[in-house]
């Protein structure tokens, strides 16, 4: 059983960056790959980014390319989200998910977080 917890969301104007977080619990964290999904109310769920066990190597959506990057610390069994150059169509729930699979979409994740709101002002 893996436990998500999410972190580091909130309100930036366009143009600005936000960092988010995932914590997880147990002892396991370095044998799952890790993502993060988005969603927007009243749209489909949407693959954001994934990062391998090792974390050498990552994914991203079309529409995040360039601006943000998905990284890990095994460490400290955390997975973050460096969103630069913020639009306002980023806007949404950010989820984490954790699978012992590498998931390039929205579908067949094992464990989520309960989500944190990114809000882009323009």
């Known amino acids: 059983q893996v436990q998500l917890v999410e972190a580091g969301g909130g309100l930036v104007q366009a143009g600005g960056a936000l960092r988010l977080s995932c914590a997880a619990s147990g002892r396991t964290f370095s044998s799952y790959a890790m993502g993060w999904i988005r969603k927007v109310p009243g749209k489909e769920r949407e693959f954001v980014a994934t990062i391998k066990q090792s974390g050498g190597i990552t994914y991203y959506a079309g529409s995040v390319k360039g601006r943000f990057t998905i990284s890990r610390d095994n460490a400290k069994n955390t997975v973050y989200l460096q969103m630069n150059s913020l639009k306002p169509e980023d806007t949404a729930v950010y989820y984490c998910?954790?699978?012992?699979?590498?998931?390039?979409?929205?579908?067949?994740?094992?464990?989520w977080g309960q989500g944190t709101q990114v809000t882009v002002s323009s």
């Open positions: 998910a954790a699978d012992r699979l590498v998931i390039q979409t929205v579908a067949g994740w094992d464990y």
